[in-house]
């Protein structure tokens, strides 16, 4: 259920590289959200939204690159990897190896970073669905590092699109690629059979 409207932060030319970006991915979250039409109410949706998530986090902590680290420092989250590692262990989750290739510039990577980014939006609702289903599931409530990582800073959201959204033009295309990438990745472990980014 991604805005499909008003942009989250006013003020930003509808050409700019967030425009570009979220135009470009849309279709791509609705084919995300149609995989999980209950959202994550039971075990079973929880651990392959964990298993979806957990390649992408390795994908963009492994692909950054250390001459970025002084601009991109905030966006490079290896706690946010250490989170989701841990609870898939802790739910007995598989983790896989893409095989994607490693982001091939720093507008490329910021591409991807805006699917976990963003991801954090819709991880505030899915959490109230992990709250219930700790009920009937105790292990779960060792089980949301992640997700109280993730929901915990919520004007970071607004920093990072601002970042997005003043890229310069030339930097759209690298940018989209790396969304596509990125949702790419999570697609192809909610869905086995296809990936449609
Ligand atoms: C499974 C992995 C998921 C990923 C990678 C993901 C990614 C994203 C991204 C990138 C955005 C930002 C869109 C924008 O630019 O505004 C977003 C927003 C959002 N997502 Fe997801 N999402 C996922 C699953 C879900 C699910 C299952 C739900 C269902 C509750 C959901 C609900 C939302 C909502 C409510 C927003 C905010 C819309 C808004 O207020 O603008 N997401 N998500």
Same mark, same amino acid.
């Given at each position: ?49 964990? +298993? @979806?998530?957990?390649? =992408?986090?390795?994908?963009? !902590?492994?692909?950054? %690159?250390?001459?970025?680290?002084? $601009?991109?420092? #905030? ?66 409530? +060792? @089980?949301?590092?992640? =997700?109280?990582?993730?929901? !915990?800073?919520?004007? %970071?959201?607004?920093?990072?699109? $601002?970042?997005? #959204? ?32």
């Amino acid at each position: 259920m991604p805005n499909t409207t008003a942009p989250a932060v006013r003020g930003f030319d509808a050409t700019s590289v967030l425009a570009e970006v979220r135009s470009a991915t849309r279709g791509t979250h609705d084919a995300l959200d149609a995989l999980l039409p209950h959202g994550l109410r039971n075990l079973r949706d929880y651990g392959r939204y964990l +298993g @979806a998530l957990l390649p =992408l986090a390795e994908w963009l !902590a492994l692909g950054h %690159r250390g001459d970025w680290a002084g $601009r991109d420092a #905030a966006w490079h989250d290896g706690v946010r990897l250490d989170c989701l590692r841990a609870d898939c262990a802790t739910l007995g989750v598989a983790s896989a190896a893409t095989g994607a290739p490693a982001p091939a510039t720093r507008a490329h990577w910021l591409g991807g970073c805006y699917v976990i980014e963003g991801s954090a939006l819709g991880a505030r609702l899915l959490a109230r669905d992990v709250s219930a289903l700790a009920t009937g599931h105790p292990e779960v409530r +060792g @089980a949301r590092r992640f =997700l109280d990582h993730i929901t !915990a800073d919520p004007p %970071r959201w607004g920093r990072f699109v $601002r970042l997005l #959204a003043t890229l310069p033009d030339a930097h759209a295309a690298a940018a989209t690629s790396g969304a596509r990438d990125g949702f790419a990745i999570v697609h192809s472990r909610l869905a086995p059979g296809g990936i449609t980014a």
